[in-house]
């Protein structure tokens, strides 16, 4: 029944992407355009700069790849019921024999979905184009997207109940996105923040995951390094997503109670 | 199985709410202090039986379409219980769920880049529904309410009444035991209303029990075989309407809605 239910989202999804004929092709060249910014950003900072001693370009691809993977999915979760809030399908929605939860996770399938497929273009673009040596372990990425998928799902879980709450959990999002951009190691290495700042990072899950995602593709051979990645994301994997879905059901009990869960 | 079936409580019933008060807080931003309290509906009972169809009445804000809600139970109730087929909504919301469909009052609860074949059969997987029966059923609700013709046409592009008539389509595909109409011949013409009026009374003859909130005393004098009269939240009469003519429901509902203290609650309309 699940794979009815799966299938039916992704062509709901599928189908209305399409019909936005404009923005579907926007979404296809973004990433062509990203890559070239990439591309000529590396060759304006230079050769010499190897943070992770890798090259810069594919310090930023697999770092802006995997945080706009991630921060893309936790959007969806918001998205999710912000769009059912303002297209006037959510009290239906929450009205069908699919508990609210899963429905939530079905919605955002196809988002997390695409994410994945142009984060792998991303980085098989950026090997292939420039030539970049790698030392793949497929088994640690693979646990690194896992884990990290889970992490995305949980705040995404907190970033939808906020939502049914106080209605603007989009700007938590913008404030929590902001600064794992800032923190996390996306543009530039964590140690060239300030330590303060440095300590902080290291309790962003995203921290781990682009390090963790790096270590993956780039330096398979340095299995301490990511396995202690490893570790703290399923550290915040286990604290995290239960602490999620507590959170959203009590959210989606007190919308049902106060009766507010179609304001937006 | 991730969720099990909860035991029926007290099966009689298609629906019946005991005492049910709901009650919306507006409160201050940062104090939390409660700034406006409105009773939308105060110590409700009322019972209804399969195939029965029961209209609501009452003027805007009176608390049909939050009775409705209590039922299908997108609201949870403050006090007293509301059960559906015997499942109490609080606990066994998924058990309710099952058994209830709902026409919502809103024009804008489908997917509009969609078509209307395209949007039932979406919200039909999410029913639990197999995939080729989704299909049978989808073509059968939409012929049940006359648009099988526009069933490949973008919702986007539907009229109010056809937006309505595929809300009702929708609210069948998972053939509910108690049906939940918010106004549902609002937009309607003549034809369509007589089309939708001879369909709700084959549906209450198969056994599904109809909640019924309108402003349509033709509506209500046709299909109804009890009317509720609300009232700020106040059930002011319960009754039968049987040979009671568009004419005298209006007649009586005009006297217990001006007069409201003259009639205890639950008391007969008088004709």
Known sequence: MILTKITAVLRKDLLTAVRYRNGFVFNLISPALQLATFYYLARAVGPQFRPDGMSYLMFLIVGTGFYTFLIAGIHSFLHAIQEAQQTGTLEFLMT?????????????????????????????????????????????????????LVIAAAIGLFAAGLQLSIHKGSAVLWLLGSCAWLMAGTLFPVNALPRPLQLLSNWLPFTHSLTGMRLAIFDAGNQAALLHEIKFLAFFSCALFPAGIGFFAWTLRRARQYGRLAFY | MLFTEVTPIAP????????????????????????????????????????????????????????????SPLLLPDSGRVTVAGFETRSA???????????????????????????????????????????????????????????????????????????????????????????????????????????MQELSQSGIAILLATH????????????????????????????????????????????????????????
Request: hydrophobic share 45%.
């Open chain 2, 216 to 271: 349509n005393f033709a509506e209500a004098a046709e299909v109804c075989d009890r009317v509720a009269i609300l009232q700020k939240g106040s059930l002011l009469a319960l009754s039968p309407c049987a040979n009671q003519n568009e004419r005298q429901l209006r007649d009586s509902y005009l006297h217990i809605t001006q007069e409201p203290s003259l009639v205890p609650w639950n008391e007969e309309v008088p004709a």
């Open chain 2, 12 to 71: 009689m019933n298609a629906v019946a709410l005991e005492s049910v008060t709901k009650i919306f807080c507006q409160r201050a931003l940062l104090t939390r202090c409660v700034r406006e309290q409105v009773h939308a509906l105060s110590n409700v009972s009322f019972e209804l039986g399969a195939g029965e169809i029961l209209g609501l009445l009452g003027p805007n804000g009176s608390g049909k379409s939050t009775t409705l809600k209590l039922v």
């Open chain 2, 93 to 199: 919301g998924q058990a309710v769920r099952r058994r209830v469909g709902f026409a919502l009052a809103s024009e804008r609860s489908f997917f509009p880049r969609l078509t209307a074949r395209e949007n039932l059969e979406f919200f039909a997987a999410l029913e639990d529904i197999p995939g080729n029966e989704c299909r049978t059923r989808t073509e059968h609700a939409l012929l049940e309410v006359g648009l099988a013709d526009a069933a490949g046409k973008q919702v986007m592009k539907f009229s109010s009444g056809m937006h309505q008539r595929l809300a009702i389509a929708r609210a069948l595909l998972k053939r509910p035991q108690v049906l939940l109409l918010d106004e549902p011949s609002r937009s309607l013409d003549v034809a369509a209303a007589t089309r939708l009026w001879d369909l």
């Open chain 1, 96 to 148: 069908t024999s699919t508990p609210a939860p899963v429905l939530l996770f079905l919605s955002t399938l196809s988002s997390f979905a695409g994410g994945f497929v142009q984060f792998v273009l991303y980085v098989a673009s950026g090997i292939l184009l420039f030539a970049t040596a790698v030392k793949v372990s497929l088994f640690g990425a693979l646990l690194v997207i896992a884990l990290s």
